[in-house]
């Protein structure tokens, strides 16, 4: 079974604050996904990354950076935190496409920032 | 470019009761096309994917969809409602191999006991 975990399921920070979301994998995937989820919007791409070190932007990057030192990691940054950025994340996976092209999603992290 | 739409953000259907969810899809590509579901305070899991094999795909807990490149649509069905439905479901489309996933904005599925 693939795990997908994430490190802290709410997190409370404060305005202008710098935080951290961790995502880790223990299937040896490449690909590596973060997505924010919000009422009425459905899910959406924050950053992705194909391997280690390399990134790519997704659809919402803006107030947001991510790290992937290594494989098996992808983290997830705010610079500094704002009320906008109140939400749902979700990490996920992408297995090969010969092993079935799937997207596993770790249990989200609920980001309050006030 | 790829994008869906589901129609419906709210679909309220009673035990029993035929469960249909739509999804339409636009893709540049012959699309590959995914059904997730969402359990509250749970992340996503798959619940189906069509990748251009049987038009007709069966999933997890007696749910099915069928791709008509026709209707460009890729609805969702269970013949008979359970109360453990309950849940959100998100269509999504890719153009496969590496290409990330576009996801619809999701529907919030109630069974009525």
């Known amino acids: 079974d693939v795990k997908v975990t994430q490190s802290s399921r709410y997190l409370v920070k404060r305005t202008g604050e710098k935080v951290f979301l961790e995502c880790v994998q223990d299937?040896?995937?490449?690909?590596m996904f973060w997505y924010r989820q919000d009422p009425g919007l459905g899910l959406r791409l924050i950053y992705f990354?194909?391997?280690?070190?390399m990134k790519e932007k997704g659809d919402i990057p803006e107030g947001y950076s991510v790290s992937r030192e290594k494989k098996e990691r992808f983290s997830l940054i705010l610079e500094s935190a704002s009320t906008n950025q109140t939400s749902m994340y979700l990490c996920?996976?992408?297995?090969?496409w010969g092993q079935g092209g799937e997207q596993y999603f770790g249990p989200g992290t609920r980001l309050t920032v006030t | 470019a790829q994008s869906v739409t589901q129609l419906g953000s709210h679909v309220s259907v009673s035990e029993g009761a035929l469960v249909l969810l739509r999804c339409n899809y636009s893709?540049?590509?012959?699309?590959?096309l995914f059904w997730y579901v969402q359990y509250p305070n749970q992340g996503l899991q798959l619940l189906l994917k069509?990748?251009?094999?049987?038009?007709l795909v069966k999933g997890i807990n007696g749910f099915e969809a069928e791709f008509k490149k026709s209707e460009t649509s890729f609805h969702l069905t269970k013949p008979s409602a359970h109360m453990s439905d309950a849940a959100e479901y998100f269509c999504?489309?890719?153009?496969?191999?590496?290409?990330?996933?576009?996801f619809g904005t999701g529907t919030r599925l109630t069974i009525i006991p």
């Open positions: 999504a489309v890719s153009g496969g191999g590496n290409e990330k996933l576009t």
């Open positions: 893709s540049s590509v012959p699309p590959y």
């Open positions: 069509y990748t251009s094999a049987a038009t």
């Open positions: 299937m040896d995937h490449e690909n």
């Open positions: 990354s194909y391997d280690v070190k």
């Open positions: 996920a996976t992408l297995s090969p």
